[in-house]
């Protein structure tokens, strides 16, 4: 494998490993970029080698981040769209495969760009926002809101802080910005909280599953399970492309020196770096098609995404 190549493709495995690269839009295209230069690399390949060798490499560089199906599903895009056109040589296969990442690409920023206009919509009115994490979604909605009476709160995300890039961001674009400690998120949704409660919820969210329910990350069931209890509407900003097309939640668990670098010997730490939403506490989800009912994603999906439902 030429070194130059081999060197970039080893690069952004480490940066998606060490979450240097993190959300789903970023990681997507990341992965792209590393089947395009696989493609080069396998050139000399004869085709159905080729296709063989960038189908199961691909899918295996999918899986850096178990919990991000949308990587997955430029995979399987890629894969399905080269099948279907039935390519006669590997030169036009890695043709192919230039087109289709770029298609895939187009359309997570297009998506993106319609999911941003659509959320804009619920934050008119009552505009106490809790968000959790950084999502790349949630902000742009909120930097994009023709409202001018914005108050967010946002957690500070630990192990890693995350939320950090959330406060930094949104009150460089002038919105008024509150950070809370992780723990703090339930109590400030709930009624006992008085004049510090929060109007909705906003957040992003990893995975997307069949019935609507959601991953994100850990702590957002907490806060989930608050607004139901409380009844303060749960919005989840989610490309619909994040859907998991095997509808199997996979919880990623990350290294114990994220949470304690110089920890005991004398006890365990779980990292869990995820958890999950049940449909039945979501108002809604912000999609590229409106904000949808979770119960409307499966059929959604089926009918505007029909290669991601495809098993072969």
């Not at 959300?23 to 085709?47: F, Q, R, V």
Request: overall charge positive; hydrophobic content about 40%; glycine content about 4%.
């Amino acid at each position: 494998m030429n070194s130059k190549n081999l060197d970039k493709i080893k690069k952004i495995i480490k940066d998606i490993k060490d979450i240097k690269i993190q959300g789903a839009t970023n990681i997507s295209i990341a992965t792209i970029e590393i089947l395009k230069l696989l493609a080069i690399e396998y050139k000399n390949l004869n085709i159905n080698s080729f296709i063989n060798k960038i189908e199961k490499t691909g899918t295996k560089m999918a899986l850096l981040r178990k919990t991000e199906p949308m990587t997955q599903n430029a995979i399987k895009y890629v894969i399905y769209n080269i099948k279907k056109a039935n390519p006669k040589t590997t030169n036009e296969t890695i043709n192919n495969i230039n087109k289709y990442c770029d298609e895939f690409i187009k359309l997570i920023k297009s998506n993106d760009e319609k999911l941003i206009k659509n959320g804009i919509t619920i934050t008119n009115t009552n505009n106490r926002i809790l968000t959790h994490c950084h999502s790349s979604s949630v902000e742009k909605i909120l930097i994009n809101s023709k409202s001018k009476n914005i108050e967010v709160f946002n957690t500070e995300t630990r192990p890693l802080f995350q939320g950090r890039i959330m406060a930094e961001n949104l009150t460089k674009a002038g919105i008024k910005t509150t950070m809370l400690v992780d723990s703090a998120a339930d109590f400030f949704i709930s009624k006992h909280s008085g004049k510090l409660m929060m109007d909705k919820v906003i957040i992003g969210c990893d995975s997307i599953s069949w019935n609507g329910g959601i991953v994100n990350k850990i702590g957002s069931y907490g806060i989930s399970l608050s607004c139901k209890h409380n009844k303060t509407p749960l919005y989840i900003a989610g490309n619909l492309l994040k859907m998991d097309s095997d509808n199997i939640i996979n919880i990623e668990i990350r290294e114990d020196s994220e949470v304690w670098h110089k920890k005991g010997n004398k006890f365990d730490i779980i990292n869990i770096a995820f958890d999950f939403v049940p449909a039945e506490f979501i108002t809604g989800i912000i999609c590229e098609f409106g904000i949808i009912k979770p119960k409307e994603v499966k059929n959604i999906v089926q009918s505007n995404y029909p290669w991601l439902m495809n098993k072969k």
